[in-house]
């Protein structure tokens, strides 16, 4: 107990050292004074509040936990959980296809641990998808292979054209992915940082959907004690800060990742977005509104990152079937956000960034202020960085020259006033 000498005297019950700033009723019970009821030192009265407050605080962290989890549902996350073992196998298939898609590789496979899997299994690693439709072999954790090696040691393994990255979160390493490249062709360090991106990614909305699972249990258990409820609320609110955090590196991971293929010879996305975020502030913008716009500029080439880096590569005229594949860029890119639920917002501002301020763009033929605020900064931007950047058919043109050509173009291409924000911030 810690004595607390006053003018007044001594209290002989002051909160202890340990329990400073916490709830009152709960250092009873911390103190092991409940016993004190049964003797009568405590009156009736007094036992019948504390019995109310423990059941107000339990209701208490319940709502708080019902908010967590409804916010942070799978819909808020690339969370593959609570499906059944056939919608599951479906999913890690496409997510395997979108991956293989993306890195230009031969397969991609993906492997959970026997605790996050759905089969009966008794294997350690347990086949959940793959790229290419063949069977696949699960693993025992003793097995000498580079896929258990990277899940036994926490980290990524490469061996000439074939990398196994370990699924791991903040907490639990929960599978392997792999991904083989063809013709025995190097990896490029930034597509395996996109796969890392994705598995920590994954790992962490499968803990995080165990941990709602077991919030949803403690909510609806009438007999749920306040310090199981607190411990939730605690682990919860950690993943959630872990998830932000993984989600933000990977869409940088992935801008990076699209302008590798697109053969950018500096951070394309990464300057579009910057220029647009100086536009927003030009404008006075708000803060979530601009957040967003930056985010919309690092994936607005998002379509890109599925189509073959071959086509990046061409010099000269392209054929009639790769400018196809190209002006379908956008709408996969739309498809790829929409399946990434935390960016849905940002979908809008991509699928318009074509559109031409006279009308005469694509994909709908908006006109003026009908295209997105977002959609036009992000198309201004866009065509600066890239009208001052080297490409592999020409040389960069300055940017006193770059900022005349869209000048003569404002009112058809683009928005005279974001043009006007343009020029005072570059």
Known sequence: MKRDDNKNGVSLFSQSEELIGQDPIEEIFALNLGDFIAENLISEELAKKIGSGIKNKRE???????ELVSFYSLQNTLCVLSFDAYQEKAIFNSISESITKML????????LSYEFSKTNSHDDLIPAGTSDGNAVKSYKLDDDNITVKAFNTQDTIIENDFCAVPMLGSIYTTGVITVKNPDGKHLNRKYINLVESIASLLATSMVLQKEID??????????????????SRAELTALIG??????????????????????????????????????????????????????????QNIGKIALPEKIFSVAGKLSPEEIKQIQSESKSGVQLLMNINFLSEVVPYVMYKSERFDGSGRPEGLKGN?????????????????????????????KDEALEIMKKEAGTKWDSVVINALAKVV
């Open 242 to 299: 872990d998830l932000c955090d993984y989600q933000q590196d990977f869409v940088e991971n992935l801008a990076k990742a699209v302008d590798t293929k697109g053969h950018y010879t500096v951070a394309h996305s990464k300057n579009t977005a910057k220029l647009a975020k100086l536009i927003c502030k030009e404008l006075a913008l708000n803060e979530k509104t601009t957040d967003l716009i930056y985010y919309a500029g690092l994936l």
């Open 370 to 398: 009908s295209i997105p605020l977002g959609s036009r900064i992000i198309a201004a931007a866009d065509a600066y960085c890239a009208l001052t950047s080297d490409r592999p058919y020409r040389k960069a043109v300055a």
């Open 214 to 231: 077991n919030a949803n249990s403690l909510i609806s258990n009438e007999t749920s004690s306040t310090g199981d409820l607190q411990n």
């Open 60 to 66: 208490s962290l319940k709502n708080q936990l019902k």
């Open 104 to 111: 230009d590789a031969e397969n991609c496979k993906i492997y």
